[in-house]
Each structure stands twice: as C-alpha cells, then as structure tokens.
C-alpha cells in the first residue's frame, strides 16, 4: 500500500512539473490562446488552478505583469464558455483571483510600481475580467468580495487616478449588470454598510467632479428607494446635503445629482476639492461650445478638479446619444490667464484663458487655446481655484483688461494626473462620461526639396560670376547675332533656376545677385538658404577645381574680350569663338570630373582594402588570443580534475586497507569465540558426564549403608 501511494505521488509530481513547463512556454511565447488549450488537456481541476495560482504569486512578485497579463487573458477567453467558467468558480476561481488583485493592489500603491505601465495595463485587464465574473451569477458574498476590491482601489489616494475612476466605473457597471432579484439581495447583505459609509465619506474630498458622480452613483444602486432617507442622514451632517441625495431620481440623474453634488462642495467653503461655477461662453479656438441639451441642466457648468488636477466640462454633443466632455489636464497647460473684460454693457466678465501643448478635438474642431468666461462676481473664487488646480500657489488679481499668463508647472506630475482613452464600459445608468477626445496628430504638408546642384553646375555658376565686365555681359549690348546669343543665355539660365540659385538670370533681368540672397521669396524661386542644408558634403571647389577653372577661362575671357574690339568685324566669328570657347570648357571640364572620379574611386577602395584587411587581421589575432585562453583554461581545468581525481584515488586506497584490516580482525575474533565456543562445550560435557557418575554413587552408597 505504501508503495503505491509514493508511485502515486511520484507521478503527479512529473505531471505537475509538465504542466508548468508547458504554461511557462506559453508565458514565454506571450500566447493566451495555447495556454488554454494547456489548461483545457490538464483539465479544469482544483489541481489545475493551484498550480495557475502559484505560477501567478511568483510572477507578481518578481514583477513579471506581462507574464500574468497573459494568463487573466487565458481566463478570460476561458469564461466565455458558461460551463468553464461555473467549474472555475466552484474549484475557488474567485477567491483566488481577488487575491491576486489584492497584490496589484498592494503593488500600486508602492513607489517602485505605480508608475510601472505593464502594471496599469494588467490592472485594466482586471477590470475586464471583473466585468465577466459580475455577469456569471456569482454568490452574494464572492460579488460582495470582488466589489470590495473594486472599492479599495478608488479610495486609494496614492494609485494613478484614472484606475480610481474606473474601478468605480466598473463597480457600477457590475451592479448594473445584476438582475433585480441579485440586486435586491445585494442591497440586503449587511457587510456592504461599511463600503458604502466610506464611499460616502469620499465624495467631498476626492477632488474630481466625474469620480463624485460614479460614487453618488454606487450609493443610489446600492440604497433602496426606501432605505435612502435613513441612510443619507447617517452618510451626511448637513440637512441641505442628505436632502438633495434623497431628490436623486433615476430618470433625472445628471441635474438631480449635479444640485447634489454642487451642495456638497459649496457646504465646505474654502476647504472644497471641486470649484463649480456657471459659463456663460465657451470657445474652442473661434467655435463656441454649448452645454448638453438636457432639461434638468440649468447652467453650463465648468468644474475645477483640485485631486484630478484638471478642468473639465461636459458640451453637447448633437450627433450622438451621449455627452462630450473636454478636460484641460495640469500638464497638457502650457500657460493660463485670468483677465476682466468689458462685454460692451454696463457689466464685466472674468474670461479665462488655457493654452495647450497639443490640439485637442471636438466633433470637426481641432484647437489649442481654450476660452472659458464667467461672470464678474466669481473673480475671487476663480482665481483660488485656477490657483490651486494648475499652479497650487495664490493667485494675485489680474489688471481690467490685461492677460498676464501665468507659467503652468513645466514638470508635472503626470502620475496625478488622467488618461480617457480607455474605453468605458457601458452602464444601465443614463449618466456617459466619455474619454478625452485623442489628440490628432498634425497634417504633415507635402514639402518639396530643392533639387541638390551638381558640383559641375556649381562650378559653372563660379565661371560665370568670375567673368569681368568687359566679358560675357557686355555681349548683350551687340546687335545681330549678339541678341540671339542673348535669348539663348536668359532661357538656359531660366531652366535651372528651380535648381540653382540664379544668380546669373537675375542678373541679366537687372536685380542685383546680392540682393537675391537677402530676400530670395520676392519672385516665389527658392531660398539659397534651403539649398544649403540640402547640399552634399564636397560641393565647395576645390584648390585643384580652382586651378582648372582659372586655366579653362583663360581662352573664353581672351575670346571675349577680342570679340568686342572694333578690330572683329565679322558677328560670325564673335559667335564661333564663344561657341568654341564653351565646347573647349565643356571637355576639359569633362575630362577633369572623369580623371577625378577615378582617382576618387582608386584611392577610396584602396583604403576599404586597406581598413578590410587590418579589419580581419586584428580579428585573427583576437580569435587566436581567445583560443590561447581557452586552451590554457581547459589544461588547467584537466589539471585541477586529475588532481582531484587522483586525491580520490589515494583515499579510495587507504579506505580500502583499513577495511581489509577491519575484515582480518573479524575473521580472527570469529574463529576465536568458535574455538572457546568448543571448548565450553567439551568443558560441559566432562562436567556433565563427572556429575552423572556422582550421582550414581550417591544413589549406590544410600542404598547399602554396611558397605559404605
């Protein structure tokens, strides 16, 4: 029996170490999908999920996220069949898993993770798995304990805000989800007194208007209608306050709990996390912005969020079913500014102004200045809230009439900030709160480069430049022939001026080549300034260039200059020279690139050879030197093993002597106590033998006492 339950042992030992070599291998390969084929061949057991269990505890803590980002995706792809996920939960799915995200939880709120962006990205899939357990008709008190994780994220001051918001967001969505039969007796189960107290104690001090909503919100879902009264005078100290909670109604829930809500942070005065005050118009760049078309709104409402560090304010949106919503978030403000304007009445206004770094987007409109304007009388409060939201520190009032932007924080805390771009899940509730319209990356305009000279361009526009007066130019002024040569030259010039920076045409035309280089837009032709950072290294003549441009312009300069003498009287002949001058110029220029380029090449793959072979020579001798070592390592590790080997050896041998002497003296002692043993035994025998015969006499001598 003992043999069989240690076989037993044994062989779910090796099938334990299989499987976790199997799901490593999925870990490594980063593939959900195969990992649950893994789990479906071993089968969905309690076994199973111990060994996940423990695979998961020794990845958190070793900070391997996206290790266990792959598994809760694993569950995830696994709870989309009902009958897998029922036999995961009763093998203890759900208490395993609030236990994992317990460790997040404990993981983001310590300095060395909550920044850690693998971290945020498990923590949502989370959510998304928390989303399938509240649809999977769980016990009251699993729900109770998965709500209960929910709520401990969004009471945590120190994790990343917008995972606060979503776990609130995800608590209701889960109660939202539950039919009104599980609803109900969620509602009853005593344990949720406390969450609900402390959700309760948030709302005015949590510092973010749309987290005030969602928790207001998971008190309504979680009070029943009867129950409200009694429980918000316990929640609330003010009267004002329990009383507006109780006119919540469910078909008025964005008015009803914004009176709610805008009481709450009124009764705390100067002490308030969340500034509200009414707009009177908002802009976005030159579009106007209007509050949502909802009746039970009566103002148009802009909130300072001193927790979430932004403001935020919900516009219409008439396209869709839901609000839009715009947040200017504390890091995103480049500058801000507070300024009294006259509205050409007898009143004023307190407009204030927010610049962005980048441009954000509603509906059509892509913007980057935001202009927000509020009645005189809340200047004080404006300036305290504005203050406190992007520069934490007092604001002085602001001169009528006068924008003094105030230099938002260049280093913010973008951990203390907020993030809209995941995407929410949807709620039974009619209150939306969308995510933060992306920011839509700039046009990039089509530029086009300036064509790059050639060196022999280049070259030609130095000969031309360098031709003195008496040269090429006064050519122009000759009748005949002369005007030809004239028109050729302006409308060879034309064609490369997109490429060069037409010096030479400009100055035919009569504009000073100068002047050009100064303001090279007036005739919309390119910059000198832009060829010059596309121009390739070299273009600059070289002393040699110079030398041959000195020696090909010798003869045309000479041609030229014969050709306005009264001594040439043939047009004929002025145009053949020039003609020939040029052709001259062209060949030798020809010539000259054509030998260059060859030396060029010549002495360039003359140094590749060079480098190549220097190249494999000190990798030769780098190989070899490692090969040195290597040898030389080994000898001494041959050396040091027959060492060894030979220690062993010579201990083997005295071992073995001293056990042979052992074995002599056994043998020796043995024969010893067998020879004493004999004796004995002779021993007693005589003794026996002499004892039989003094009975005898005994008896003999008791029987005829005459003889004795």
């Known amino acids: 029996m003992t043999t069989e339950i240690v076989l037993g042992e044994t062989l779910q030992c090796l099938q334990n170490t299989q499987f976790d070599k199997k ?172 969450i609900l107290s402390q959700l309760a104690a948030m709302i005015p001090t949590v510092g973010d208007y749309e987290l005030q909503v969602s928790l207001s919100e998971a008190l309504c879902r979680l009070t029943p209608k009867k129950k409200r009264e009694p429980k918000a005078n316990q929640w609330f100290p003010s009267a004002d306050i329990s009383s507006a909670f109780c006119d919540i109604k469910d078909r008025n829930f964005e008015g009803d709990c914004r009176r709610f809500l805008n009481i709450v942070n009124h009764c705390h005065g100067d002490q308030r996390r969340v500034y509200t005050f009414p707009c009177l118009t908002a802009f976005l760049d030159s579009t106007q912005l209007f509050r949502p078309d909802d009746d039970t709104l009566d103002e148009f409402w802009i909130d300072f969020n001193l927790g979430s560090g932004c403001v935020s304010f919900f516009v219409n949106e008439p396209e869709g079913f839901l609000w839009d919503s715009i947040h200017l978030l504390r890091e995103e403000v480049t500058q801000y500014s507070l300024q009294v304007k006259d509205d050409g009445s007898t009143s004023t206004l307190m407009v204030f102004s927010v610049r962005l770094k980048n441009p954000i987007m509603h509906r059509n409109t892509r913007g980057q200045t935001v202009e927000l304007s509020f009645s005189r009388k809340h200047q004080g409060e404006l300036e305290e809230a504005a203050a406190q939201v992007f520069t934490k520190a007092k604001s002085s009032p602001p001169a009528k009439d006068t924008g003094c932007p105030v230099q938002a924080p260049s280093s913010a805390d973008r951990h203390s900030g907020r993030s809209y771009s995941r995407k929410k899940p949807q709620s039974k509730s009619r209150l939306k709160i969308l995510p933060l319209s992306s920011v839509s990356s700039e046009d990039e305009d089509s530029v086009t480069e300036t064509p790059v000279k050639s060196r022999a361009e280049f070259l030609f526009d130095q000969i031309l430049h360098s031709t003195p007066k008496s040269g090429v130019p006064e050519l122009e002024t000759s009748e005949g022939s002369g005007s030809a040569l004239k028109q050729e030259v302006l409308v060879s010039d034309r064609k490369r001026a997109a490429s060069d920076s037409g010096y030479l045409s400009h100055q035919i035309e009569g504009t000073p080549a100068q002047k050009r280089r100064v303001d090279p837009q007036l005739e919309g032709e390119g910059s000198n300034s832009g060829q010059t950072e596309h121009s390739p290294e070299g273009l600059e003549p070289t002393p040699e260039d110079e030398g041959l441009i000195g020696e090909v312009m010798a003869p045309l300069i000479q041609r030229a200059e014969l050709a306005n003498t009264p001594e040439v009287d043939s047009e004929s002949d002025q145009t053949s020279g020039i003609t020939a001058a040029f052709k001259t110029f062209k060949e030798q220029l020809q010539q000259h690139f054509t030998t260059n380029r060859q030396n ?20 030769q001798q780098h190989i070899s030197s490692l090969l040195t070592a290597v040898h030389q390592h080994r000898l001494l590790l041959l050396q040091r093993f027959e060492s060894s080997i030979m220690d062993q050896l010579n201990q083997l041998e005295e071992d073995s002597t001293a056990l042979n002497s052992i074995n002599t003296q056994i043998l020796v002692t043995t024969r010893t106590a067998s020879f004493f043993q004999s004796e004995m035994q002779r021993l007693d025998s005589f003794c026996e033998k002499h004892l039989q015969r003094l009975k005898s006499l005994e008896n003999a001598v008791s029987g005829n006492p005459s003889s004795q």
């Open 23 to 194: 799901m490593e291998e999925c870990l490594l390969r980063g593939d959900p999908s195969r990992l649950v084929s893994v789990l479906h061949y071993e089968g969905l057991t309690s076994n199973a999920l111990t060994r996940l269990d423990q695979l998961v505890t020794k990845e958190l803590c070793g900070s391997g996220f996206s290790r266990v980002l792959v598994v809760v995706k694993a569950l995830e792809i696994l709870s989309q069949n009902k009958d897998d996920l029922q036999e995961l939960i009763n093998h203890g799915l759900t208490a395993q898993v609030c236990l994992w995200f317990k460790a997040i939880h404990d993981l983001l709120t310590s300095d060395f993770h909550k920044s850690s962006t693998p971290l945020l990205s498990l923590t949502e899939e989370f959510y998304d798995y928390f989303l399938l357990l509240g649809q999977a008709s769980l016990p009251v008190c699993q729900l109770s304990e998965v709500l209960l994780q929910l709520s401990r994220v969004a009471m945590e001051t120190e994790i990343y805000f917008p995972l606060r918001l979503e776990a609130i967001r995800i608590f209701n969505s889960i109660l939202g989800s539950l039919s009104r039969e599980g609803l109900r007796l969620f509602q009853n189960d005593e344990n949720q007194n406390e």
């Open 600 to 619: 060029f090449l010549q002495s360039y793959w003359h140094k590749t050879e060079n480098h190549v072979l220097l190249s494999l020579k000190e990798g």
